[in-house]
């Protein structure tokens, strides 16, 4: 252990007791997020908050002296979206991780940003509700940052997303002041609505550092179907007859040729050699899972399924789920890779991935794209050779082709992992310079000396 202090010395006096961390080996894990290539600056401070006046305290040296922030959860930015700039503070709120209130019948709950999103789901469960938004970082990421990146998830094609779900925030802005958005009612019109603003803003306008969140009735426990197409144009058939179904599924995930062959590699999970792509679709709806997995099953069959399994119960759901589950760690035993996150309109799907697949023989790139079917989001996973600069130029240049088709087919640049610093040249092709002219007008309201997240998303 080192014991230099903080890179800097940049941070405030006056904070909690250990709220700056010290040790040079300990700072240098805050520096970086998941995010390819996320890498530490030559200077920088790291502050673990302990509470809101910690984040005040912060806030209000910082804009004082003009240093960088960056706020951080639990730092599973895949955009890079919580790694520290050069000469910044690293403003880390995993520590203020209580759930505060917890209101069955207003159907709410008051959570600290700390608080990890699966803790949040125990706590709703535990009194008979849910909080859906469900990232598949959902054991570590905390609400936080799921709020600053308006998160989704695999049952997004039900539940939708984070910003669905959060009614009112307290924001520490730059400077310390604290303010309140939204509301706790179910409804509510008073104002702009500036809640909506500082979901999905990445940390580029203030600090969350309480949130009120909504609840909702807790599902039944999922059945799932597990189907599988020796056609791409098959799948896409069965995707849109699920889409078009009146009780649609609370899962519809794709598995394609080439992430099946990734996880068939790591173990055999049942999936037939010439297996073109595979769909695992799940009910939750109340009193109706068998009904409703039958139906699917019969829809699959109709689109020209090869294969249809259907759980009858929660633990054969939960073997038919295993390859999905495993594709994560198929896709990191594959080799070194960046995972990418793009989204269009649904009946667009299948031209996205053939498209991959054309964009992967012309390049000699190996690209995977599996994803959250239901929502026409997918995340491309592009393969280089580690220590192979034009290896990982090529990758780069892939994903750079599938993202001007993607924006072609009416598509965004994220579905739901954010900008970050990955994504910031794409922005301006997204939105134009009118909107983004916009954009940076109303970040300077909340932050006029561009100390927030410098270097991130705009
Ligand atoms: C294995 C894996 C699977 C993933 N799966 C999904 C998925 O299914 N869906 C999905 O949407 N994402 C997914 N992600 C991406 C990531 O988990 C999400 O973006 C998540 O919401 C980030 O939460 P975090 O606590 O790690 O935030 P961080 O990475 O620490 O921060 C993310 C952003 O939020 C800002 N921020 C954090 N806390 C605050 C705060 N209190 N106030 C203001 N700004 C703040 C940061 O500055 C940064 O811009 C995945 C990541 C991994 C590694």
């Known amino acids: 252990m080192s014991s230099s202090a903080t890179r800097t010395g940049n941070a405030p006096a006056g904070l909690s007791p250990r709220a700056v961390v010290t040790d040079r080996d300990i700072a240098a894990a805050y520096a970086i997020d998941a995010s390819l290539g996320s890498t530490a600056p030559d200077a920088y401070s790291v502050v673990r908050a302990r509470d809101r006046a910690d984040v005040v305290e912060v ?35 995993e520590a203020l991780d209580e759930i505060t209130e917890l209101d069955e019948l207003e159907r709410f709950a008051v959570v600290q940003p700390g608080v990890v999103n699966a803790d949040l789901k125990k ?11 469900d990232p598949a970082s959902s054991a570590t990421s905390t609400i936080g940052g799921n709020i600053a990146t308006n998160a989704g998830g695999l049952c997004c094609v039900k539940y939708g997303v984070t910003a669905d779900y959060v009614r009112g925030l307290e924001v520490v802005l730059p400077g310390g002041e604290v303010i309140r958005t939204g509301r706790r009612t179910a409804k509510g019109v008073a104002g702009f609505d500036l809640t909506g603003l500082f979901v999905g803003s990445e940390g580029l306008l203030g600090v969350v550092t309480s949130a009120v969140v909504r609840l909702v009735s807790a599902p039944d426990p999922a059945l799932t179907v597990l189907a599988t197409f020796d056609s791409l144009d098959a799948a896409t058939a069965g995707i849109l007859a699920l889409r078009r179904d009146r009780f649609g599924p609370s899962l519809l995930e794709l598995l394609d040729a080439a992430s099946i062959s990734a996880i068939q590699q790591m173990a055999d999970y049942g999936f037939p050699g010439d297996c073109a792509a595979a769909l695992i679709v799940s009910s939750d709806r109340p009193g109706h899972t068998s009904e409703d997995v039958q139906r699917y099953a019969s829809l699959l069959d109709d689109a020209g399924a090869t294969d249809v399994a259907v759980g009858d119960d929660a633990q054969e759901s939960d073997a038919l789920l295993a390859g999905r589950r495993a594709l994560h760690t198929a896709l990191e035993v594959k080799g070194p890779h960046f995972t990418e996150d793009l ?73 739901e992992h954010g900008v970050g610093t990955l994504k910031k ?29 410098p270097g991130k998303v705009l």
């Open 425 to 453: 040249h794409w922005l301006a092709r997204e939105l134009g310079e009118p909107e983004l002219a916009r954009q940076r007008a109303l970040k300077a309201v909340f932050d006029p000396l561009g100390i927030m997240n």
């Open 343 to 415: 989204c269009v309109p649904v009946a667009r799907l299948a031209d996205l991935i053939r498209a991959g697949e054309e964009i992967s023989a012309r390049r000699g790139v190996d690209i995977t794209l599996s994803g959250h079917a239901g929502d026409g989001n997918v995340h491309p996973c592009f393969f280089f050779t580690q220590g192979d600069p034009d290896s990982q130029h090529q990758a780069q240049d892939a994903f750079g082709d599938l993202v001007v088709l993607a924006l072609d087919m009416g598509g965004t640049i994220t579905g």
């Open 59 to 93: 806030l209000r040296h910082a804009q004082e002296q003009r240093i960088p922030v960056v706020p951080q959860g639990a730092r599973t930015s895949l955009a890079g979206g919580s790694t520290a700039s050069e000469g910044c503070i690293v403003l880390n709120v």
């Open 123 to 133: 706590a709703a469960a535990a009194v008979g509700l849910a909080y859906p938004p």
